[in-house]
C-alpha cells in the first residue's frame, strides 16, 4: 500500500517515514489515507528511538487546533511586526509544555499557520515561508496560539513529531548555564544528517 504526500506537504508520508529509519505498520497507512492525518501511535526507528505520531483520526482529541475559521486578518492586526515585518515565535510542546524552539513569522505564515493548523514560520535566510517539516518530516502542528501583552511575541502550543532542532534534539535550548560553565542538557535524538538526507 502506498502512503501519498498529503497537502502543502502536511506530512511527507510512508516515504517520508522510510527515509529517517522509522517503520509504520500498513494498518497505520490505511488510517493516513483514509483520514488524511496521522494517528497516535508510536512508531519506531533504527536507532531504537519512539516517536509520537501527529494527531489522532478522532473528534475528540483535544490536540487538534480547532479555530481554522478564525478571521486571520484581524489577529495580525492586532500584532505589531518588527521593520522587516516579522514576529517572534515560540513553540512550546503543549502537553509537557517544554520549549521547543524560536523562529520568526510574517503575515503570510501566521495566516497559513491559523487557518490550516499546520506550523509555518518564516525563513531570513531564504526569504521564504517555512513549513515546519517540510523537508525532515518533523511537523508541527498547531494547538493553541497566543501574544503577550506587547502584541509583538507569539506564543504556539504545538504538537510536535520528532524532533524540533535541527541539531536533533527535542529542543533548541539545550546550552544549559551552570556554575561551572555551559553544558548541553538534551541529548541529539536523531543524527542531523539523517533529518536532511
Avoid at 39 to 51: C, E, I, M
Avoid at 86 to 105: E, G, N, P, R, Y
Avoid at 170 to 192: A, Y
Wanted: aromatic residues 6%.
Amino acid at each position: 500500500m502506498v502512503c501519498r504526500r498529503m497537502d502543502r506537504g502536511a506530512f511527507v508520508g510512508c516515504d517520508g517515514f522510510a527515509r529517517h529509519g522509522m517503520t509504520a505498520r500498513p494498518q497505520l497507512v490505511e488510517t493516513w489515507a483514509a483520514c488524511g492525518r496521522l494517528p497516535r501511535r508510536l512508531v519506531s526507528n533504527r536507532h531504537g528511538l519512539a516517536q509520537r505520531a501527529l494527531v489522532q483520526c478522532s473528534a475528540a482529541d483535544d490536540a487538534l487546533w480547532k479555530h481554522r475559521s478564525v478571521d486571520a486578518q484581524r489577529v495580525l492586526q492586532r500584532l505589531k511586526m518588527n521593520e522587516d515585518g516579522l514576529i517572534a515565535a515560540i513553540a512550546q510542546q503543549h502537553d509537557t509544555k517544554q520549549v521547543l524552539m524560536m523562529a520568526w513569522m510574517n503575515a503570510a505564515s501566521v495566516e497559513e499557520t491559523l487557518t490550516t493548523g499546520r506550523v509555518c514560520y518564516y525563513s531570513r535566510s531564504r526569504k521564504a515561508l517555512w513549513r515546519k517539516g517540510e523537508s525532515s518530516g518533523q511537523v508541527q502542528m498547531l494547538t493553541g496560539f497566543a501574544f503577550d501583552c506587547d502584541a509583538d511575541t507569539l506564543l504556539l502550543q504545538v504538537d510536535q513529531l520528532g524532533v524540533a532542532c535541527h541539531t536533533g534534539r527535542t529542543s533548541c535550548f539545550f546550552n544549559e548555564v551552570r556554575s561551572d560553565g555551559v553544558h548541553e542538557s538534551i541529548p541529539v535524538s536523531i543524527d542531523p544528517k539523517k533529518l536532511y538526507s
